[in-house]
């Protein structure tokens, strides 16, 4: 069985290899990045968590909130993009309730459950945001949170999934109002880096598991038409040297040049 699993998957890598080398110039090098991401995103462990209830009301993105939550939740809101975000936390606050873990809840009955809490508290991460990468919501989310949340830092990436669905929901909705969202979201790519940065003995899960938000949010943004100058200062900023060369070190330089351009 494993022989055939393995003769399989050796013939479709080289099928797929040599689908590529056919390829023209121009499209070559878009196709092997697809194909890299897909192969490296294959080991990432979502796991399919169904809905708890049915919920066929709202738009599509809300069902799929409300769907994942309990009748009577505290999670909805008159605004729709907000109502996505506070439903994330509701049904991440779940994930965590049941399976011992943080959890987060990534849309469309795909969770992820990390293998543990991370071992830094929110106080350290802050230190490692550069000062020129301390946006917006710095204040709000690494100085004051850290009343609440000071042992649980995973608490910065569930506030990265939570806006990313927020933005998700904003694209899908086609809300032109909102653009706070987007722009908090593009934050949490430092902060959640920080995160890992922090933690030292990240292991690859929870590495992938970043990636695979990171391109996430990079894709929603580019859909959005918006220009971000927090992204201009990641690439360009002098005190973010380091910062910038951990990230390329530690996802990747092909990677990091792909998603953020440096
Ligand atoms: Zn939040």
Redesign the pocket.
């Known amino acids: 069985m494993i022989k055939t699993i393995l003769l399989r998957t050796i013939i479709v890598g080289i099928v797929s290899f040599l689908f590529g080398c056919c390829l023209a110039y121009s499209t070559r090098a878009l196709y092997f990045n697809w194909l890299y991401n897909l192969v490296l995103y294959s080991t990432l462990n979502t796991i399919n968590y169904p809905p708890i209830r049915n919920a066929t009301n709202f738009d599509p993105i809300i069902n799929d909130i409300e769907s994942h939550l309990p009748v009577n939740h505290p999670y909805r809101d008159n605004d729709r993009v907000t109502w996505v ?2 439903g ?2 509701g049904i991440a606050s779940q994930l965590r309730n049941q399976f011992g873990k943080p959890g987060f809840y990534l849309l469309e009955n795909r969770a992820i459950i990390l293998d543990r809490e991370l071992l830094t508290t929110i106080g350290e991460v802050a230190k490692l945001v550069p000062v020129s990468l301390r946006g917006e919501v710095y204040q709000l989310y690494l100085v004051q949170s850290r009343r609440w949340w000071e042992h649980e830092p995973s608490y910065i990436f ?2 990265f999934v ?2 990313t669905n927020g933005s998700e929901a904003r694209r899908q909705l086609c809300i032109s109002s909102r653009g706070e969202t987007i722009r908090y979201m593009l934050e949490f790519i430092v902060y959640s880096t920080s995160v890992i940065r922090s933690d030292k003995n990240t292991n690859l899960q929870t590495r992938l598991f970043i990636m695979w938000q990171i391109e996430r949010a990079i894709k929603i943004y580019k859909q959005s038409g918006m220009s971000s100058n927090y992204l201009i200062q990641l690439r360009i900023s002098p005190d973010a040297n380091e910062f910038r060369q951990y990230m390329r070190e530690y996802f990747g330089a092909k990677w990091t040049k792909q998603m953020l351009g440096f």
Request: proline share 0%; charged share 40%.
């Open positions: 975000h506070e994330s936390h569930d506030e939570a806006y």
